[in-house]
């Protein structure tokens, strides 16, 4: 929490984001916190960011390969 806190304070973008389903969190000193979004919404989010770096790195055409293999195979 104080890795987001300081992040806030400074003005820098920052999700926080539960392993678990729901986005309750209630800590082990019984403080309840809200996150941004759980692990499976997020995963999508970080599955294309991935594909964007692939195709900077390699192309838009090993990007494309690369999600659709992951995707449909």
Known sequence: MTV???ARRAGIG???ISVKEE???RGSHGI???ADTCMSRAMG???AFGLAIVAYVRGE??????G????YD
């Open 61 to 66: 055409e090993a990007a494309r390969r690369l």
């Open 23 to 25: 986005t309750e969190i």
């Open 32 to 34: 309840i916190f809200q």
């Open 4 to 6: 987001v806190d300081l």
């Open 68 to 71: 659709q293999e992951t995707l």
């Open 14 to 16: 920052i999700d926080s």
């Open 45 to 47: 989010t970080a599955f």
